[in-house]
């Protein structure tokens, strides 16, 4: 296909079937092109064990493909029928605690257990089998936002020979597990147990390597399936939507073995700078990517799983969607297309509303749909970026495992801290797994990374002239969780010319008075480290004289490091100044709440906010979405967005 | 009787016998009449299965009768004794969590369960056989508080057959659950459990038939025991108490099943406007009987159960008892007559307490006594309202689903932020069922009304000529809480003239800022409807014009719509004009803090605040209490009570 | 030994041997003469059921020994290895929920446990055995911080025994426990289980003696490994170190079975005078052994399991250890030697911290050697008071059951209110069972007793003519937590000359004023009590007359009542009052901050602020940490300390 792609979930098994052609018509209104169908249809399809149904999908997708609209095929095996966890107790998860979960939810499995697997697999093939050549299919959508963890005795089984392939043998493993502590050493293999509720602190390299083991024990669910439906379609891609910004699954890992990486992505409408974090996840997306994504999931107005779940205010469905494009998305779709009348997510809303066509939502819809169509030309567009943020997902999980300095700590907020100032700049940055080869990049920001495996890919970077930026609590631990030793971050002492001893984490009312010569007096809070200089420049301390903005130079590059949590406008002044050094370019200087990137050779611009601004844009362009010529400057009103295109070459 | 009652529950056995002449001698002195026996006397009357032990509640039913006092005897279902629990484990609840619970508390059992329910009843008909002809004995007083709720496999197959009754078919209650979302439908029977604790949100149908059944046996618990004892006493009226403003029974179908409604009730002493409340209950109990009702537990000073426990201060006592006499209580009873020494309600104060005879609680209780017999012409009076409220219990239940807009939508706050302006009006008001007959009444309120079965009751008062007032996140869904589509409320869109496309839900620190002419500017929070007005008159709307209340004709009557949570003193200045344009006449205008109601003829007036007020009552009246006359005015102090009577006919 | 011992926790098997020549020296140079090995030992020891490796222990202990360095040698008990709980699960505990915990953490057993039991004692008299003749050998340190409490059947059939032991028969138990109330008559001993969920309050009596019987488990436990150990070394004192200050176990049972007291503690960093609260656990410590005792763990800086864990600021940590000295402390001791690289505690600071010796932690644990040697001439002195603090395990346990006038009662405030004015008048206290001859003081302090056996000791104290403090909610139950009736506090009432209708707690933001002619108005807050003197001086009372502090003539002494809780600077002005009447001397009248205390004739001085202060100290002294003379004044920097000895007789 050419363009992008437009469209929702779509579950058409809720309503009676003269619905359905309702639907498509109301579709084809919209501009939708494609739809997800069958995510929640395996009691549908399979009423009874090995009793299969597929006549009412027949007709859904013959309907769908006669109407113009692909379909994103969905294996249904995120929520098994009633009749699993009632037959197969075995395969309902149990939890932390020792409770085995009900079913009347969904996600109701034990990704270990092999009888849900036999049943999930079985279906797939039926469904592989019979759709493999339907004209409609455009995608393999498996499961559905894969997160689930069991600690069941099964799961346990399933653990130990996880663990026995890593380690080998049992002394690596107590080893690893530094289980000469608190007397943890295991003497058989048949002692390993995934973490489960106990009297205290539970060691450390365990629950690392189970969520290690989690994650890999749901990409293993999702192989399976994707090497089921390969043997049937092998042109036919294979995705699985992500839980937006998580950390039970490796991304990186999850990315790696699928064909397309989808997304599925709700801002918080009660956060004010809710679009960085949506900037931010759809950046991390077309990095897992490596180009283009899938926008598989958001809301066209309110959802119903936060505490409070106003609608979106007018206007902005097309702001989110359009960022989403702007930063390499080449769909945009939703759950779901039409809301449900009942069940649990009855107050989710849908493209179409509870209220009908005649909606202010749905003429938003409709309007998007035309949006998108003059937004084709950049679909398949590069977004580039000479900046790259670094994020380890098993960093992440050790990161914020108990007994540690601070129990606030919170991995996301450390990204945004950096993430934010740069969004603000209007630097375009790519995420990067800390392996990863980053000589691409002029300038490498990483706000944490606790645990090193390695650090020869950053300390070569900067060696060989790139400029690194790195926050506290990094390069703490090795991957099995234990200490590099003789002065924190042992690893990175070297490129960032310092030597920690203590790190000092603050109480939430604390507040910390900073001295720089070249940022100026700041306040700063929640942590920092009592570390000397051993060869970096301080560019700023405490009043006491502990430094906490350190830059170092090394080999032919830079090193800065953040020892503390400056105030959010320090942070854009000092990463203003590193920005400018490493010799990255901004887009643009955008006023506060704009947004300015570029993909291919459109500058997309949207304003979050409600205040009219005018933005300077020298030079003409043609706005994609208006088709109206803008020279030198364009104004955003509330939501307001630009898509600014070279001109046409005239005569052209 | 003639008269009030007065006394409270009596647990004798907690004392040695030679305390019991001392009680029935301080139980005379009190004025106390008739007190509730064998609450949780199971254990001492059948110490092991089967082997019953009735001789000291011989001695005590004939010690209080020689005594002159009146007895409700209780089954004493609620608290089975140890040996039961730990005989049969299947009798102990299990909850959400499938936690089996334990016994060493009360309330231990299972409402599904025959094991117990064997037990019981076994129990209550060698109580009823003993007892039947026992002077004392006025009303059988079934278990205590009825609020158990079970998840156990037992319960599972009661549910199931609760559910094949109501349903009939499978497809049926596949159809109501909306079990095609999430892949729920359920192929047989025996898949079909109670909510249990699940990965993510539970089936919201399953969860609202749950709530029913769950209330339906409490309610065959109770049915069982009354069909018992009626065959043994035909003539003796039976009750079972409830447990304040509580949603777990359906308290409507529980007060059709008995013969006297009995109510629990314990004011919040840290609630500055806690008699607010108190005089809604007690209104609910009153309309629940349909005429006079009984008090049957309050607390003569501290109790113990919530996290701070003051006592009540001098003279609070009686103006609370009071209070329930004006709105029709026949009898003032406590938990409990004297306070114990051990266990696990020995904080909760008693009318005699710890310190004795000799102290300002029982001084207290003895001039309470004094006061109700002074106020014995009243026993019998009915209370009347041209105003009703709209209360529904499974609406209550489906409202409090999750998954909403609002996880802080509450219906008791609901209830209080409309009854409330209306009691400082001085306008008395009854309490309905959405099914009821109004058309006796002027006005009805509908604070919300989630869940509508059928709005024609509600739409053929106002037709007919009433006034109706509704609050917003009303008429939303139908009986299996699946959305009324087309606009909400689409049941009530046309009698409301308006039509509402989305809900926005506030967060905790947003204020709305409104207009209207008739109103005045106001704010407003919590929430509002994104609606327009098909036909309504626009009484007050956002700054943005989105209205906020909405005043629309429909046949011969007025709807209203308030779509917002207005500060308190604009909804009673908006309630001050719909009373007054509904005809409907208060009983005073009030001073803030006391509360004016009239039952027969008598007109109550309470002071609910520690400072003096003088109120303007036009002509002479009696006042009940004292006996003196009453001319124009009467001033009350502290806690001030005064019962105003018309003057005896002169030579009568 | 004679000085001081000084040293930590040494968990070699963390480390590879070639580390441990290292450790050795390190300690060495620190002055470490003393070190705990084998806490956590058990699964190196004892790697399979019954296989024992002693190899590495033999060679830990010659090195130490070799080095000069003593052994504390524990008993690894506290921490079984997972082969344990993987082959006999019924060793692990089961939660009041009815979880059984797994293992990967520590204190995974179940106190009652046969099985457990006989594993340990096994071990144990091995690890006898084998050492018991060895030089290094000073200590046996008895598994670690006993606090383990289970629920499962096991525990049940052993409470049932405790249960028959305490009370002969079940009518005595159902008497005790009031089991008349909610019905939970004791037919057979098989019906009586331990405290476990269940649907509302557990019957407190029933909680109070599952409390004691869990206390005295882990006393059996405790005295079960002291037998076998003195079987083969009748000679080697044996302790078991203290978790602080915590209620699990009842301190004084243990103290008196143990030859050597041992405590762990760690001062809160987020609590300004938390230096208070140390001194107040030393002092209970001196008094629990009866003289000098073992500060058997505290932290060189940070630790790892609050929320927020900073390290402690340079100086801090010899102030800190200096006052566990002054206040009778003959060895101080760390967790642990090396801090760890793995497991869960790695972040917990070590004497040796992650940066190696090269660091502040290091050269202040070098330095902190030093000084505890040149105070070596206090070892074995006596600090002696004339002031009693009464605590009780039993009236703790129970004045923090639920249904009480107060969820917020919490016993170690309630201690700290009356300490900490003390401790800033310089008054040195020591602390007393209730049931202690206390006629060696003048006066006697009771924060709070609500549980009271025997009144006859306080009571024959003022007789005699001591002066008591005591506080509210005292003398209210008996020791099976039955009410005291007749007017609070029963056994009280007379000594106090006063008594109580109703106890009053507060809202959380609700303040009291009171007016006194001795101490001025002031403001309290949290409690008062609704009280009438009968006899005693109205000291303070409320605005509205009610008594708040009373002053009792009785006897030939006085007793004091403080009936609410007035702010700190009040409850400082009354208790300098009642100090002086009594005529207790303090140490000295410091500045707020500083700490005075005095141990055999030296007088100790420790500054806790940050600010320097000068202090008066009439005549010469020499102090022991500096060697200087001191004549008439001294003045302490921030975290500053002095040893202030008499001069050296001249020519001495």
Request: glycine share 10%.
């Amino acid at each position: 296909m050419t363009g992008l792609r437009y469209g929702g979930d779509y579950n058409p098994e809720q309503w009676p079937e003269e619905v359905w052609a309702q639907d498509v018509e109301l579709m084809r209104r919209a501009g939708v092109n494609t739809v997800t169908v069958g995510v929640f249809s395996w009691a549908r399809i399979e009423p009874r064990p090995g009793e299969r149904d597929f006549g009412w999908l027949d007709r859904v997708l013959d309907l769908l493909h006669a109407g113009g609209i692909d379909v994103f095929l969905a294996t249904p095996t995120a929520s098994p029928p009633p009749w699993l966890g009632h037959r197969h107790p075995e395969t309902l998860p149990v939890d932390f605690d020792g409770h085995r979960l009900g079913y009347g939810s969904r996600n109701q499995f034990c990704p270990s257990s092999p009888v849900y697997r036999e049943h999930a697999l079985a279906l797939v093939e039926a469904l592989a089998r019979r759709y493999a050549d339907h004209p409609a299919l455009k995608l393999w959508h498996v499961g559905n936002e894969l997160g689930q963890v069991c600690h069941c005795d099964v799961t346990a089984g399933h653990f130990r020979s996880w663990l026995r392939d890593r380690y080998g043998s049992l002394d690596e493993l107590n080893t690893a597990w530094h289980t000469t502590f608190w007397s943890q050493r295991y003497g058989e293999w048949d002692e390993v147990i995934p973490p489960r509720r106990a009297p205290y602190l539970i060691n450390p390299g365990q629950r690392l390597d189970f969520a290690r083991f989690c994650s890999d024990a749901l990409l293993a669910c999702f192989m399976a399936e994707r090497d089921v439906l390969r043997r049937f379609t092998p042109d036919v891609p294979v995705t699985t939507n992500f839980i937006g910004l998580q950390a039970p699954v490796d991304y990186w890992e999850l990315a790696r073995h699928e064909d397309v990486v989808s997304h599925d992505w709700y801002a918080d409408p009660f956060d004010p700078t809710g679009h960085v974090m949506s900037a931010l996840s759809f950046d991390l997306m077309r990095s897992l990517a490596g180009g283009p994504w899938v926008l598989m999931e958001q809301a066209a107005s309110a959802v119903n799983w936060r505490r409070r779940n106003p609608p979106k205010p007018a206007g902005q469905l097309r702001a989110q969607s359009v960022q989403a494009v702007a930063r390499g998305a080449d769909a945009v779709c939703f759950f779901q297309w039409r809301a449900s009348r009942g069940g649990a997510e009855k107050f989710h809303s849908g493209m179409l509303p509870h209220a009908g066509p005649d909606s202010r939502v749905f003429r938003e819809v409709v309007a998007l749909g035309a949006d998108l169509r003059a937004l084709a030309p950049v679909a398949g567009a590069p977004v580039t970026a000479s900046v790259a943020v670094v994020l380890d997902w098993e960093s992440w999980w050790a990161a914020q495992l108990d007994g540690h300095p601070s129990g606030d700590f919170d991995l996301l907020t450390r990204l945004r801290d950096f993430y934010e100032p740069l969004f603000d700049l209007g630097v375009t940055v790519d995420f990067a797994h800390p392996s990863a080869d980053l000589s691409a990049y002029r300038l490498v920001v990483v706000p944490n990374l606790y645990l090193v495996r390695d650090a020869q890919p950053l300390v070569s970077f900067v060696a060989g002239g790139g400029t690194l930026v790195m926050g506290f609590f990094s390069g703490v631990v090795d991957e099995h969780d234990r200490v590099h030793l003789g002065g924190y971050p042992a690893p990175f002492r070297e490129v960032l010319g310092l030597r920690i001893e203590e790190m000092v984490p603050l109480g939430p009312d604390e507040v910390l008075t900073c001295t720089s010569e070249s940022l100026g007096g700041f306040t700063a809070d929640f942590w920092y480290d009592d570390l000397r200089a051993e060869g970096a420049e301080v560019v700023a301390s405490l009043v006491d004289g502990v430094p906490v903005v350190l830059r170092n130079e090394y080999g032919d590059g830079t090193a800065w490091y953040v020892g503390t949590r400056p105030s959010a406008g320090v942070m854009r002044r000092l990463l203003a100044r590193v920005v400018a050094e490493a010799g990255v370019e901004p887009v643009l200087d955008p006023p506060r709440g704009v947004e300015a990137v570029r993909r291919g050779d459109v500058l997309f611009l949207v304003n979050h906010g409600v205040a009219d601004v005018r933005l300077d844009v020298p030079g003409t362009h043609v706005d994609l979405l208006t088709g109206a010529t803008v020279t030198d400057s364009v104004t955003l009103g509330k939501y307001g967005v630009a898509a600014l295109a070279p001109p046409l070459p005239s005569g052209g």
